[in-house]
C-alpha cells in the first residue's frame, strides 16, 4: 500500500507533460560519463565491446567536468 501512496504523491506533484513542453529548451536530465573503464562484460554495454568503442578509453580530466558542470549550469 505505501507504494500506491508514493505513486498517487509523483502523479499529484507538480510534474509537466512532455507533449505540453515540446520543443523543449533545456534538456531535462543530462548524464555524464566520467570513466568508461569497466571491468564488467555486460552485454548491452557499448563499453564491455572494444570493437565497437570507437573514443579512446580512460578517465575524463576533472578540470573538464568542472567545465562541463559550469556549461549546464549556464543553461
Keep these: 500500500m505505501a507504494i500506491r501512496k508514493q505513486l498517487s504523491e509523483l502523479k499529484s506533484s507538480d510534474r509537466h507533460e512532455l507533449r505540453d513542453v515540446v520543443p523543449l529548451s533545456t534538456p531535462y536530465k543530462i548524464y555524464i560519463e566520467p ?3 569497466c571491468n564488467l562484460k ?3 554495454c557499448p563499453n564491455s565491446q572494444s570493437k ?3 573514443k579512446p578509453r580512460g578517465n575524463m580530466s576533472f578540470d573538464l567536468f568542472k ?3 559550469e556549461d549546464i549550469t549556464d543553461l
Design 52 to 54: 565497437l568503442l570507437s
Design 35 to 37: 570513466s568508461n573503464l
Design 67 to 69: 567545465k562541463l558542470v
Design 42 to 44: 555486460c552485454v548491452y
